[in-house]
């Protein structure tokens, strides 16, 4: 079992940028693959940046995101640059022992998600 608990998130006007970390417990960390997705109201949950043995961003975020992880720390962080007000939702750290996927159905553990609202 792996427990996961974000923070980090809040209100920022367009353009800005925030920070969201996740910590993990339960098992060795560095086995597991991590992804940030995130959830607008009315949509589908998608993926917006995965790190396994390599590391892969939705195509809308890359060159504003980066996502990072520390094995000695149990945590992976996502720094949001220029964030704008699409990017608005709830952001959810979850992970999946083995290699990166894309698909929320293939990750069994989340956190309890953090809200990010970007104003125009």
């Known amino acids: 079992q792996v427990q996961l608990v974000e923070s980090g998130g809040g209100l920022v006007q367009a353009g800005g940028s925030l920070r969201l970390s996740c910590a993990a417990s339960?098992?060795?960390?560095?086995?597991?693959?991590m992804g940030w997705f995130r959830q607008a109201p009315g949509k589908e949950r998608e993926f917006v940046a995965v790190?396994?043995?390599?590391?892969v961003y939705r195509d809308s975020v890359k060159g504003r995101f980066t996502i990072s992880r520390d094995n000695a720390k149990n945590t992976v962080a996502l720094q949001m640059n220029s964030l704008k007000p699409e990017d608005t939702a709830v952001y959810y750290c979850?992970?999946?022992?083995?290699?990166?996927?894309?698909?929320?159905?293939?990750?069994?553990?989340w956190g309890q998600g953090t809200q990010v609202t970007v104003s125009s």
């Open positions: 979850a992970a999946r022992y083995g290699g990166r996927r894309f698909s929320s159905a293939d990750y069994p553990y």
């Open positions: 790190t396994g043995a390599s590391i």
């Open positions: 339960g098992r060795t960390f560095s086995n597991y693959a």
